[in-house]
């Protein structure tokens, strides 16, 4: 590993002018390239100390033994060289974007003398226009059937091609009219180049035109009385109209337009492309690529925008991309894509109207694409079992942990504070095992005290089970207090079974069959017992606080065959009891992808739990609380006073008036609302008016001081000290 002090230039050195800088490792490979307004600047935030450095960008400069640079003009021109360089190098730490498959396109090969429609994958060749790309190759060749009704352009490959005009007969495309057959001469290659044209310009959007053209010439040929002639058109226009049909409308102004949407997580980012012509989706792709460095959303869209448009010219680029973040700065980007198509071109974020909902229909398909990676990566068994042997490694295990559970903390501002507990099995989730808990031992924020009492209760009930089935392997641990939980503790269960074996050392799989080989960790009717299964691994959500507290009520529960980590999110280190310095797996290590799936699935448990906690307090009412009052009769309460501020201000003999309400009941609804103190006014600060009570015609709230309207938003959980 270099020093990044032993190369570094002198401050007077280097040029406070635009260029693109190259890092160079010991061999002289290049591993980065990167663009800089001001190159002295740029370089300067790479040789800090190395403390306050991104772990990536770290560990780039200390890979690297050498950086260069060289000075241009302009910062269009610095992203013109970063993006040659990029190709030429290929370096290590640039992000790189991969294709999920290599997406198929419409091609006509307008350089050759008989220009030809073809499907075309790979790389982009001169002298050939492309429509697309298409999510299949089946899709073009239903669009072209379609089209060669009135476009009647060349098909066939060049032997094809060649064999028919050695023998002065068509191909069949040729007889049954959907090919113009130039290979006979039928017509001359100019009118075929023509041909050729308008079917490009077709596909390009310019439908109109031609539909117009063919609807006149239909209603001429019927006027002329050849009755053929304009039934053969006006099939012609109807193929034109399905094929149009296959692109539904998105935008009504026919607009011209790429739209690219972003999905990200801490290492990997989805892109997805959307290419609207006239108006329609004529084409879509996406990539997935690996974050190696630290990067913003902007920069994203910027190195997307070089992988779209690096090679293109002319319309190929539009007039209009839209974004999700503008690159910083973007007037050099928006300049560098102009000279590309040789006009203006709009680069811009959506605020409203059809393209924005167009906008959220590609971020979702990004977001499905992201998930969609990280499912297939999931379910690979191979996979899996690398990433359970990594984890068993970094952390000195005995044996790979083939059941992982995972524990967040969640709150809002120390409000409706609750945990989760999700299960991972050999890799992939068992939902039916998950558990929620209420924190119930204090009030207020302290993520590491309910962390240590989630623990604790989780673990003091798994001892109950075993004490209760008397399966103690070397008699009863000792420990502080064997107290076991109510039921309450646990999430609603879901029927399911335990994969793995009684023991919790790593007991082999029942052969994919998904039923639990020892009958001591299940009930009667088969289900697993609550809490009887124990990990062979616990993860915190959280640092070195989350996961002492884990640790010592393990101990206090005498517990020392389970290993305890925790993940901490703003760096992705896996901390270890006991330890000053972090457990740092490499960026690609199939390890810390797992970990970070369980740690999310946890996170989103957690948070799920604790919105459904707090929309149920906000929409709590006084009446909740009368023993036998259901929702149809709290609900005729309401419709009856209008609020519960004027029920409450009723007599007994008033509420026996609501159908279904007796005298006794009534009693005892006047009996809970004298026993809850009226929330107090609101008033107005500007004018000092006394408003009305914000429980007038509608069920009182618990949430927010007397007075204060109840926030309706959901601001950002705030859920621990690693967040």
């Known amino acids: 590993m270099a020093d990044p002090s032993s190369y570094r230039p002198r401050p007077g050195d280097v040029p406070d002018t635009p260029g693109v800088y190259r890092f160079r490792d010991e061999h002289r490979r290049v591993i980065y390239v990167g663009k800089a307004k001001s190159l002295r600047q740029r370089l300067a935030n790479y040789f800090q100390d190395l ?147 308008e079917f490009c310009d077709f596909m390009t959007g310019r439908t109109g035109t031609y539909l117009r053209r063919l609807e006149k010439q239909m209603m001429e040929a019927a006027e002329d009385l050849q009755y053929e002639r304009a039934a053969r058109l006006r099939d012609d226009i109807e193929a034109l109209k399905k094929a149009m049909e296959k692109n539904a409308v998105v935008l009504a102004d026919a607009t011209d337009a790429d739209l690219i949407a972003v999905a990200e997580d801490e290492l990997e980012a989805a892109v997805q492309i959307f290419h609207v012509r006239g108006g329609r989706v004529r084409g879509q792709r996406g990539w997935v690529t690996d ?19 690096g090679e293109e010219t002319g319309d190929a680029v539009p007039k209009e991309v839209l974004v999700p973040a503008l690159p910083d700065p973007v007037a050099p980007v928006q ?143 000792e420990r502080t207090d064997r107290t076991a939980l109510d039921d309450a503790d646990g999430a609603p269960r879901v029927g399911g079974t335990t994969v793995l074996t009684a023991s919790g050392t790593g007991g082999a799989l029942d052969g994919g069959s998904g039923a639990p080989l020892a009958s001591s960790l299940t009930e009667d009717d088969g289900r697993p017992k609550r ?38 999110k703003r760096l992705e280190e896996v901390w270890l009891p006991g330890d000053d310095d972090p457990v740092v797996l490499p960026r690609s290590s199939e390890g810390l992808y797992l970990l970070q799936r369980i740690r999310d699935e946890a996170h989103r448990f957690a ?49 026996c008036e609501v159908p279904g309400i007796g005298r006794k009941t009534a009693e005892t609804i006047a009996a809970a609302l004298a026993r809850t103190a009226p929330a107090a006014p609101a008033v107005n600060t500007a004018t000092g008016e006394i408003m009305d009570d914000v429980e007038d015609g509608a069920p009182e709230t618990t949430a927010g001081a007397p007075g204060e309207p109840v926030p309706t938003g959901a601001p950002d959980e705030r859920r621990g000290q690693e967040r």
């Open 51 to 197: 403390a306050g450095l991104h772990p990536r960008t770290r560990s780039m400069v200390t890979t690297a033994a050498s950086v260069e640079w060289t000075v241009v003009s302009t910062e269009v021109e610095a992203l013109q060289l970063e993006y040659s360089w990029i190709k030429e190098y290929d370096p290590r730490f640039n992000v790189k974007y991969r294709d999920d498959k290599s997406y198929p396109y419409l091609a006509v090969t307008m350089s050759d003398q008989y220009p030809r429609v073809q499907v075309m994958r790979g790389h982009k060749k001169k002298g050939v226009r492309y429509f697309g790309p298409y999510g299949h190759a089946w899709a073009i060749r239903d669009t072209v059937d379609l089209l060669l009704r009135v476009f009647p352009v060349r098909t066939c490959s060049a032997g094809v091609f060649k064999n028919a005009r050695r023998t002065g007969r068509p191909c069949l495309l040729g007889y049954i009219g959907k090919c113009s057959a130039p290979c006979v001469d039928r017509i001359s290659d100019e009118e075929h180049r023509e041909l050729a044209e």
């Open 291 to 309: 974050k190696v460095e630290e990067i913003t959303t902007g920069a994203l869209v910027e190195h997307a925008l070089q992988q779209l448009y």
């Open 335 to 477: 300049e560098w894509l102009t000279v590309r198509r040789g006009s203006n071109v709009s680069l811009r974020i959506p605020q409203r109207g059809d393209k924005k909902a167009l906008m959220e229909t590609v971020q979702r398909n990004a977001l499905q694409a992201l998930a969609l990676h990280k499912t297939r990566r999931a379910s690979d068994l191979t996979t899996r079992s690398r990433a359970l042997e990594e984890i068993a490694e970094a952390l000195d295990l005995d044996s790979a942990p083939l059941r992982i559970e995972c524990y967040d903390i969640s709150h809002l501002q120390g409000d409706d504070v609750v945990a989760s507990m999700v299960v991972f099995e050999d890799g992939l989730q068992r939902k039916s095992e998950y558990r929620r808990f209420q924190i119930k031992g204090f009030a207020g924020q302290d993520d590491v005290r309910s962390m240590h009492e989630v623990i604790t209760r989780r673990f003091r009930r798994y001892l109950a089970e075993k004490e209760r089935t008397g399966e103690w392997a070397d008699g009863e641990p």
């Open 531 to 568: 809490f009887a299964y124990p990990p062979q691994l616990v993860v915190v959500d959280g640092g070195q606080p989350q996961v002492a507290a884990a640790q010592r009520a393990l101990d206090e529960l005498g517990i020392d065959d389970i290993a305890v980590c925790g993940l901490a």
């Open 607 to 655: 948070i799920t739990y604790q919105r459904s906690k707090r929309a149920k307090r906000i929409r709590s009412s006084p009446l909740d609380d009368v023993p036998g009052l259901g929702e149809t009769r709290k609900q005729a309460l309401i419709k009856h006073f209008g609020s519960v501020k004027k029920l409450r201000s009723a007599t007994i003999d008033q509420i």
